[in-house]
């Protein structure tokens, strides 16, 4: 069994900042992608994000260049950085896994943690 739990939401006035965090933890045999998504009310969940063992990130059009992820691979955990925030950045993000579990590669997913940007 794999979890993953997310921490560091909440409410940022526009042009602030916050930090989002998700551990993985149970029977990780390796992780081979990190990222996160977002769902806003009324819209389709949406990448924001993904890092891929070995390699860098890489970002959707919207959050390029405000948003920084990074992992520590010794503690299985992700970051998302979120700089110079904007009220179209509200929206519960999930963290998201590709992991290898027993000799498969299985998708999992975080809670979800809400990030509101007041204007």
């Known amino acids: 069994q794999v979890q993953l739990v997310e921490s560091g939401g909440g409410l940022v006035q526009a042009g602030g900042a916050l930090r989002l965090s998700c551990a993985a933890s149970?029977?990780?045999?390796?992780?081979?992608?990190m990222g996160w998504y977002r769902q806003a009310p009324g819209k389709q969940r949406e990448l924001v994000g993904t890092?891929?063992?070995?390699?860098?990130?890489d970002y959707a059009d919207s959050v390029n260049g405000r948003f920084t992820i990074s992992r520590d691979n010794a503690n299985n955990t992700v970051y998302l950085q979120m700089n110079s925030l904007k009220p179209e950045d509200t929206a519960v993000y999930y963290c998201?896994?590709?992991?290898?579990?027993?000799?498969?590669?299985?998708?999992?997913w975080g809670q979800g943690t809400q990030v509101t940007v007041s204007s």
């Open positions: 998201n896994a590709n992991i290898r579990v027993r000799g498969a590669n299985y998708i999992y």
């Open positions: 149970g029977s990780i045999f390796t992780i081979n992608a």
């Open positions: 890092i891929i063992s070995g390699g860098y990130p």
